[in-house]
């Protein structure tokens, strides 16, 4: 009987693993975007998103200039090229606008990345796996 009361009691002290039990611990982007909203050549923008990620599992986040998929913007959590501050959660790049860059609508995608380089995997609303990315668009005028 003792080792019984034993077993349940171990039992209840267990958490529940019924289905993905670390829903708590996948990351996710909870705002995203650029300042200034509006952008001219030569200007300097921040880009920022702020994740939630309390178990680390976030290495890195690349961006991609659809429009120019050659052009990679790594943004940094470390206090480095225009983040304010290092671990914080707020991943940031400073970048200027070149000035050769042409007046237009442009589109931003931004991947979290895991330390062995493979895009950090959630689950879609409707079940799918996708990876944990954003898109900013952004736009350019000349100007006046």
Known sequence: MKSYVLALLTVASM?????????????????????????????TALVSIDVKDKNDIIASIVGVI?????????LHDDGEEGDVKAGDDTWSLAVQVPLEAPPGNFNLTFTAYRGDGVAVPIRADDGTIE??????????????
């Open 15 to 43: 958490p529940l693993l019924t289905g993905c039990n670390s829903l708590g611990g996948v990351p996710e982007f909870v705002q995203a975007g650029i300042t200034p909203l509006a952008l001219h050549p030569g200007d």
């Open 66 to 74: 659809e429009e120019e998929p050659s052009r990679k913007l790594k």
């Open 131 to 144: 990876t944990l990315s954003v898109h900013i668009p952004l736009t350019i005028t000349l100007k006046q």
